[in-house]
């Protein structure tokens, strides 16, 4: 089942841990630790914690927490230490489940499931277990510092940032669930509230300042303050927003790198929206603190923010552990596109299947909090529920990002659609994008036109130079069908080639989506070049269109002998037929360079023998595989039923060009 498939999906990522401390973490964990682990866990009262639970003999039994179910379906066996649900197929233990309903990495949900033991976690070596100890003391200090924020707001100096919250409109269960605080105006305020702790620490923890020469002061002051926590919803920094506009200071001010705190590994409430999006298969990436704040209020708890900054690589991999689609919110103006844009940009790289960003776009001026106040949480749902994809993203931005007015802008509107189309490392993603811009490009660049005739009447051919070669829509010239088939007069030697010319003069609007790779195929066959380039030229002067081929009538060249291709044959699904045409322009030229590639590997057999004899196997592999699907696109025409049989082996010779018996 498809969860299921999510599941160990999310599994999987979970134990591909980032970073040499996980990896020496996890090479400690011995099979008879995690097994003393797990038996000092009583999985019934960790899962009961969140979910509600009814005894059923020896086993307990609950709705669900991954799917939506009114009969009950979860059990949990305490004795066997594992729950399974019958009707979604989720499995698993408490490991399991503090990553798949927690959203924890494999090395914290063991951390957490210690701790409740009352167990160590093996530590891998000395200098190991000093880095954990170091940052296990930092965390002491960012507690402390958040617990003196709260104070602070609730305090006459919070006064301002109250009034603040409360113009916002946040009520007191979200202040508090949020954890706001206020960090007072004087330099010296935290170091004489958490003095316990050296000054070093509060320094290395990123909140105070050293400046060579001077004495040390508090990073926030007179700030509204935010803690940042990690999955397991420890405070590794903080963000601060200022209550009075000032020249020169940042809105917000984040915390900066420190042994806790990774920027750009790191998103703003992943711990709570974590367990959200498994329960809405989505997770949702506003702008600022305040966006998640204000969507969370509104009951959108499945959202996360960078901090401050474009979407990171790290950051994008965390997005598609929770959600396969996460959908980035951003602001409507110029500034929400560019945003937009280099986070498509970051993503396009990293593109597998499945997996890819979604993007809405907010009315311009409105955050997630005025579109939802203004026109209600059903306005926000209807933006998510539309949003845009990478490919609209990238095309808009391409298209809109320079005037188009002559053809050499049109030709770099092209180029930079490809630029973004190379960036992708998949390589059938890869070829989807390019075939779907290029589509794009082609309707936008060579749109249907209409022509005049002699006399200005609509719809017939204009005067001068190249007239007699724009047929109407309805019927095309003798004179156009005539220099066509003189010109691929030398390619019908060629099965294959001959198709193609005859499918594209077929379907002429097919000729500007593949023209790179026409260009590419006249460079290496003499044989197709006069024909593509005749084919090139023509495209220009006609309309687009099923309906409008080149030459008239059924035979628009002679077809290849005994041979029948979908895209030539009449009353075939046209979708079905320019699929079958793309596949076989692909083929077509692919074969030259296979076999120029295949000479190379024969040259350098005396060099590096082992090497070349591998490569020439598997070009040669390769080839076989283009003369079979040749062979199953090409196919005998029945002679007494209407069925069709495949070509045999001498019409796939024939097909790459080798004469047969």
Not at 143 to 166: H, I, M, P
Not at 317 to 331: G, I, Q, S, T, Y
């Amino acid at each position: 089942m498809r969860f299921v498939c999510i599941v160990h999906k999310r599994l999987r990522l979970a134990l591909e841990l980032p970073g040499a401390d996980a990896h020496l973490y996890r090479m400690a964990l011995s099979p008879q630790w995690l097994d003393e682990l797990k038996s000092r866990i009583t999985l019934s009262a960790l899962i009961g914690r969140t979910t509600k639970l009814q005894r059923a003999g020896r086993e307990w039994k609950a709705c669900c927490p991954f799917h939506n179910e009114k009969t009950p379906s979860f059990t949990i066996n305490d004795q066997k230490g594992f729950y399974h649900c019958f009707g979604c197929g989720a499995h698993g233990g408490a490991i399991d489940w503090m990553i798949e309903q927690h959203g924890l990495p494999f090395m914290d949900a063991v951390k957490e499931l210690a701790v409740e033991a009352g167990i160590d976690v093996p530590a891998p070596d000395p200098q190991a277990a000093q880095r954990a100890e170091q940052r296990a003391g930092l965390h002491d200090v960012t507690q402390a510092a958040q617990d003196w924020f709260v104070r602070n707001l609730q305090s006459s100096e919070g006064t301002q940032a109250r009034e603040y919250l409360t113009k916002r409109g946040f009520d007191e269960a979200t202040i508090r669930e949020f954890g706001f605080g206020f960090a007072p105006e004087a330099k010296q305020a935290m170091k004489n509230a958490i003095g316990q702790f050296d000054e070093a620490m509060l320094i290395e923890a990123g909140l105070r300042i050293t400046v060579e020469g001077k004495e040390p002061y508090d990073r926030f002051r007179g700030r509204l303050m935010l803690p940042i926590q990690d999955t397991r919803q420890r405070i590794i920094g903080f963000g601060g927003r200022i209550l009075d506009a000032r020249d020169g200071v940042a809105k917000y001010l984040n915390s900066p790198e420190t042994p806790l705190f990774d920027k750009g590994r790191s998103l703003y409430n992943i711990h709570r929206a974590a367990a959200a999006s498994r329960q809405t298969d989505r997770v949702i990436v506003a702008e600022g603190y305040m966006d998640v704040i204000a969507l969370a209020a509104a009951g959108f708890h499945d959202a996360v923010a960078p901090m401050g900054t474009v979407l990171t690589e790290q950051q994008i991999e965390l997005l598609w552990r929770m959600a396969d689609k996460p959908v980035l919110c951003l602001d409507g103006d110029a500034a929400g596109q560019r945003a937009a844009m280099r986070a498509v940009e970051r993503a396009l790289p990293l593109l597998r299947p499945g997996c890819s960003l979604q993007i809405v776009n907010l009315p311009t001026g409105l955050d997630p909090d005025d579109l939802i106040c203004r026109d209600g949480k059903g306005a926000m749902q209807k933006l998510l529920d539309t949003p845009s994809s990478m490919l609209d993203v990238i095309w808009n931005h391409e298209r809109e990002a320079q005037p188009l007015g002559s053809p050499e802008d049109k030709a770099g509107l092209k180029a930079r659609l490809l630029e973004h189309v190379d960036a992708i490392q998949h390589p059938d993603i890869r070829s989807l994008y390019r075939r779907e811009l290029l589509d794009r490009y082609g309707a936008f660049a060579f749109p249907k036109r209409e022509f005049v005739r002699d006399g200005g009447r609509k719809g017939g051919y204009g005067g001068g130079r190249g007239a007699d070669l724009r047929p109407s829509r309805a019927r095309s010239t003798p004179q156009v069908a005539a220099r066509l088939r003189n010109a691929a007069s030398g390619a019908f030697r060629d099965m294959l080639g001959q198709a193609v010319i005859a499918g594209l003069a077929r379907y002429p609007e097919e000729i500007h989506r593949h023209s790179d790779s026409l260009l590419r195929l006249a460079a290496e066959d003499q044989a197709l070049a006069k024909p593509v380039d005749i084919l090139l030229d023509l495209a220009e002067a006609l309309e687009d269109g099923a309906n409008s081929p080149i030459t008239e009538g059924r035979q628009i060249l002679p077809p290849p002998d005994n041979t029948r291709f979908s895209f030539l044959v009449e009353g075939t699904d046209p979708v079905e037929a320019r699929e079958d045409l793309a596949e076989a322009i692909a083929l077509l030229v692919e074969r030259p360079a296979l076999e120029a590639a295949i000479r190379a590997a024969i040259a350098r057999f005396d060099d590096d023998p082992e090497s070349a004899f591998a490569e020439q196997q598997r070009l040669r592999k390769r080839k076989l595989e283009i003369e079979q699907r040749i062979g199953q696109m090409a196919r005998k025409r029945a002679a007494i039923a209407e069925q069709e049989e495949l070509v045999p082996e001498a019409a796939s010779k024939n097909a790459l060009g080798q004469e047969t018996d």
